[in-house]
């Protein structure tokens, strides 16, 4: 019977010990919680360098050469069967989206459009959607769609 008194309270004083401390302090009672810390996931980043697609004759590279308030670089397309585009790129990242202009020459002539990407790890997606009017910029940011089909890849610049 002692025993049985006995278990029951190595039983019952461990399971109070397993409950939160109370306080009492006046006419209230005060719980110490135990504070749980949770890291918030971090943005992408991206640093100076090199991204780049190479695959089946087709080549996109974005050199970022400065990152401050902007992000500068050199962008160059070269796909299978046309004409290269070789130009600079101005623009800034937010909420993983580097948006921005895209100068550049073409056939000898000089252009300009808006181009964006998605910052995803260690790569660069490029986003497509419906142009404005004047061909140049997208109609509505909010409905960029991101292909990866050619993914940018950081990697190390080649001279």
Known sequence: MI???????????????????????????????KEEVVEAPSAPSLDIGCYAYHDNGNRVILEITKINDSIV?????????????????????????????YAFMSEGMESSREVAFLVKENQLIEGFGELDETGTGFKDKESIRFSSSMPLTKTECSQ
């Open 3 to 33: 025993k049985k008194i006995m278990v029951a309270l190595l039983l019952t004083m461990a399971f109070a010990s397993c409950k939160p401390k109370e306080k009492k302090n006046g006419e209230q009672t005060i719980v110490a919680t």
């Open 73 to 101: 670089g050199k962008l160059n397309y070269a796909f299978k069967e046309k004409d290269a585009n070789t130009g600079t790129f101005s623009g800034v990242l937010k909420d993983s989206v580097l948006i921005g202009s």
